[in-house]
């Protein structure tokens, strides 16, 4: 048995898929970035009059992917503690591994926090769902209790 995932509280997909697919007691989570449900916009990005990227912080769009990854999983009804796996892209690696990194450990590492398996690559872009340029997605593998 599978089940459709649709969280309220993470972006809108920007393709036909769901956020998540339940089957038996594992959750997958389609691909989630830094984008704001219900707008275009992207924490830490700053765009031009044509709303082309200028800049971005890496450390803002890392929470802003885990807090929406963190909806997914409660209106699944999982939790941050059930990750098991996490497949992260990033698009500019020698720029925003450090910083990804740090942003990782507060979510991550230490006593108490869940420790996931984990694989990080370099990507040469990600979708853009309406001209939001963002530079990191995870995708990410749970339990379900």
Request: hydrophobic share 35%; proline share 7%; glycine share 10%.
């Amino acid at each position: 048995m599978t089940e459709r995932i649709e969280s309220q509280r993470a972006p809108e997909p920007v393709g036909a898929y769901p956020h998540a697919r339940r089957v038996g007691n594992m959750l997958y989570l389609s691909g989630v970035g830094p984008r704001q449900r219900g707008s275009k916009d992207i924490p830490g990005v700053t765009v031009d009059a044509e709303g082309r990227m200028t800049d971005y912080d890496i450390e803002a769009q890392c929470r802003a992917c885990f807090e929406n990854i963190r909806g997914v999983l409660e209106d699944a009804g999982s939790s941050w503690d059930n990750i098991v796996d996490v497949l992260v892209f990033l698009t500019d690696m020698p720029r925003d591994f450090a910083g990804y990194n740090r942003v990782y450990a507060e979510y991550f590492a230490g006593e108490g926090k869940p420790n996931p398996a984990r694989t990080t690559v370099e990507i040469s872009r990600l979708p853009q769902g309406g001209n939001t340029p963002i530079a990191i997605e995870l995708k990410v593998i749970a339990t379900v209790e």
